[in-house]
């Protein structure tokens, strides 16, 4: 069974640009949940979606945003990137929503902004 | 590498020693709670998890304490190898919070052979 998929695996954008990130879930997993890492903060909760719906919001800033698709396969986009995004966006699957539900992280994709 | 946290507190321990990785939660309405383990490049692997109505649960090599009175989880990895050097990281569910995992700041744990 494939694990998750995210892409790309790395990005290099400009400040003030956009960008968009993709992650496929595992085969069958439902919910889709994004995480952003940095040294900083660690780790922290973007968003959840289930059946194409967000269940779940994290605190961050309406420049981060993101959708679900049919197949499940997830995006998330960031507008007006500043240098302060720079990090690792990690994409975590799940069979179901609810506690209880092991999430599967993928790889992530590491975000540069400069 | 990546690097996941320039400041992070680490363990060092000798190969076959048993490791304790501790951590602090915060919301007392958490149910769910998981250890995952972090290699350096990789997204984060689920090791073990615990509901709040247990306070301890054993895994392959793993065991996890739960104390709900001072808010505290505990991984503890018996006979540790070198392939258990990782960050480690605590995260917890709030009741009805879907898959909205609260993660703790992380253990460097180091093996010395």
């Known amino acids: 069974k494939a694990g998750v998929t995210q892409t790309p695996r790395y990005l290099i954008k400009t400040r003030g640009q956009q960008v968009t990130l993709s992650c496929s879930p595992i085969?069958?997993?439902?919910?889709v949940s994004w995480y952003q890492q940095t040294p900083g903060q660690g780790l922290q909760f973007l968003f959840e979606?289930?059946?194409?719906?967000?269940?779940n919001k994290g605190n961050f800033p309406g420049r981060f945003s993101g959708r679900q698709f049919s197949n499940s396969r997830s995006e998330m986009n960031v507008s007006t990137l500043e240098l302060g995004d720079s990090a690792l966006y990690l994409c975590?699957?799940?069979?179901?929503?609810?506690?209880?539900?092991?999430?599967?992280f993928g790889q992530g994709t590491r975000l540069t902004v400069v | 590498g990546e690097s996941v946290g320039l400041h992070l507190p680490t363990l060092s321990v000798q190969e076959g020693d048993n490791s304790i990785i501790n951590c602090a939660y915060s919301?007392?309405?958490?149910?769910?709670f998981i250890w995952y383990k972090q290699e350096s490049g990789k997204g984060p692997q689920f090791i073990i998890d615990?509901?709040?109505?247990?306070d301890k649960r054993q895994g392959q090599r793993v065991t996890v304490l739960l104390n709900k009175t001072v808010k505290h989880l505990s991984l503890q990895i018996a006979a540790t190898q070198p392939g258990d050097s990782a960050v480690y990281f605590c995260?917890?569910?709030?009741?009805?919070?879907?898959?909205?995992?609260?993660f703790g700041g992380g253990t460097r744990l180091m093996v010395k052979p």
């Open positions: 975590a699957s799940s069979p179901v929503q609810g506690a209880g539900s092991e999430a599967f």
């Open positions: 085969s069958g997993h439902r919910s």
């Open positions: 979606y289930f059946s194409e719906t967000q269940r």
């Open positions: 919301n007392s309405a958490s149910d769910y």
């Open positions: 615990i509901r709040s109505n247990m």
């Open positions: 995260a917890e569910i709030p009741n009805n919070a879907g898959n909205m995992l609260t």
